[in-house]
């Protein structure tokens, strides 16, 4: 990970963006359940008109994000400012609802991806690269150069600390080491290889990608990767504030929710106001890793390959890396947590599939795993940051 030198603006990263295009559908509003946070100048507009004011809260519901924010209904359903699926501000909806479906990651440099939870990705209609650098030009260099200087610091800290400990892995090896795993990362012995050489594995510092793909393929496939799939899968239900439970935009547009309760998972229609109807009861341990078809598998790698050139996703191994006290080699540590990815997503697809009625995994079950999936992805904690 290079450094940047504050107040340089590097060319932003688009790759992820290239050649898609998106298009609103109208009536799904799942951008309208993520509790939009104003920007100060914006929270001063929204503060000085009585009808904006009403839909204003002081605090957002993540304890992360700092300032104000819009008012959501019932405290977990959709925004205040949702009237039957349609915007009732959309000319004066904030800067955080009009960048949806893309992000902003800033670490050493900006980089710009896609939100896959969104339907309406890949539908024609708006250039996805032409958007970001709409988007971009109205952050402003000043804040650019701000919020990089800050982040380059934070990754400049960490690669100080993991060279410190002997840990350091350059970008380009576990990146490169990941797209040649692509069939590890697909299937059950594989995946039970990599979370071996994640948790035992010897790996020398900077070592070239093709060092740490021998080790992986030499490790012993110990872990069952269908049990630990079952317990990570139904842990990610295991909330107790609903706000903060994934959402999955089914095909009909419902928005659906999934919790742990009671040793059940229980799916819920999520209202507008908030309100939920039970529509489903599963016994967890009646979910398993769906076999994958040869498109399905294909649909997955390409899934991880995104995942995998995220820079957010970096920030995120160097996050964990960190908090495990520099114990591991960065190398294990990024390749466990790509695997750990991937056995989640092909749960949380085999998940819908099942209840689709479905006892495999193409193309279009990947699909929907990812619309169910990615939102989450996209909120894992990091170094670096969104803005
Ligand atoms: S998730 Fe995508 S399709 Fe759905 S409302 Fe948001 S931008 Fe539109
Ligand atoms: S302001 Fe409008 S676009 Fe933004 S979350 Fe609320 S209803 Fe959705």
Redesign the pocket.
């Known amino acids: 990970m290079a450094s940047e030198r504050a107040g340089v603006i590097p060319k932003p990263d688009l790759t992820e963006l290239e050649g898609r295009t998106?298009?609103?559908?109208e009536g799904?509003?799942?951008?309208?359940l993520c509790q939009p946070e104003l920007l100060p100048n914006e929270e001063r507009v929204f503060n000085g008109d009585p009808d904006l004011r009403r839909g204003v809260v002081s605090a957002h519901i993540s304890p992360d994000v700092r300032g104000a924010a819009l008012r959501l209904k019932g405290s977990h359903g959709a925004c205040h400012f949702l009237t039957e699926r349609r915007c009732s501000i959309y000319d004066r909806r904030p800067h955080f609802c009009r960048t949806?479906?893309l992000n902003v990651f800033v670490g050493w440099r900006i980089q710009l991806n896609a939100?896959l939870?969104?339907?309406?990705?890949d539908l024609p209609g708006v250039d996805l690269s032409s958007l970001g650098i709409e988007l971009l030009s109205e952050y402003g260099n000043r804040r650019l150069s701000r919020e990089l200087s800050s982040a380059a610091k934070v990754f400049a800290q960490f690669e100080n600390n993991a060279n410190d400990a002997s840990v350091s892995q350059s970008t380009a090896s576990v990146r490169g080491a990941v797209s040649i795993l692509g069939d590890e990362l697909t299937d059950d012995i594989g995946l039970s290889r990599l979370m071996t050489y994640a948790e035992y594995g010897n790996t020398a510092q900077d070592s070239p990608p093709a060092d740490l793909v021998r080790a992986v393929r030499e490790a012993e496939p110990e872990a069952d990767i269908h049990q630990r799939a079952l317990i990570d899968g139904v842990e990610l239900f295991d909330l107790a504030d609903l706000s903060h439970l994934p959402v999955y935009?089914a095909p009909d547009l419902s928005w659906k929710l999934f919790r742990l309760k009671g040793g059940s998972i229980i799916g819920w229609e999520l209202e507008d106001s908030g309100e939920t109807r039970e529509f489903c009861k599963i016994d967890p341990t009646s979910v398993d890793l769906l076999p994958l078809t040869t498109r399905g598998r294909r649909a997955l790698q390409r899934y991880i390959d995104i995942v995998n050139a995220r820079d957010c996703f970096l920030g995120h191994a160097a996050y964990l890396c960190d908090l495990e006290g520099y114990e591991f080699n960065f190398g294990q540590v990024y390749i466990g947590a790509i695997a750990n990815s991937a056995i989640d997503l092909w749960w949380r697809a085999s998940l819908m599939a099942q209840l689709a009625g479905a006892d495999s995994l193409g193309r279009d079950e990947i699909r929907e795993g990812v619309i169910f999936f990615d939102m989450d992805m996209l909120d894992l904690p990091t170094i670096g940051a969104f803005i």
């Open positions: 998106y298009s609103c559908i799904c509003a799942l951008c309208c949806f479906p939100n939870s969104c339907r309406g990705l935009v």
